[in-house]
């Protein structure tokens, strides 16, 4: 584990649409660096942020395909699970 989620929470959309495993599994990869489906750009951003404390963005699929963001707060204060569409 890389970093603190703090504060967990899931979005109605995300709760109704997704799978409580596929969720535990990206949370497992987004606490452990595995940003999931992001460009070179955005995990290097994220690399950084670990380094420097700022937000922490990673989107995933669902065994459904459905995509779905976590965002953890720049003070590691929550996490938050969402559909793109949420945002």
Known sequence: MKFLLGQTVITRGANDELDQSDVLMA???????D???LGDEDKQANEDALKTGARLFSAYHSSKGTKFWIITEADRSAT????????
Request: charged letters at 15%.
């Open 35 to 37: 940003w999931g489906d």
């Open 27 to 33: 949370l497992q990869r987004h606490t452990s660096g």
């Open 80 to 87: 938050t699970i969402l559909l793109p569409s949420e945002y």
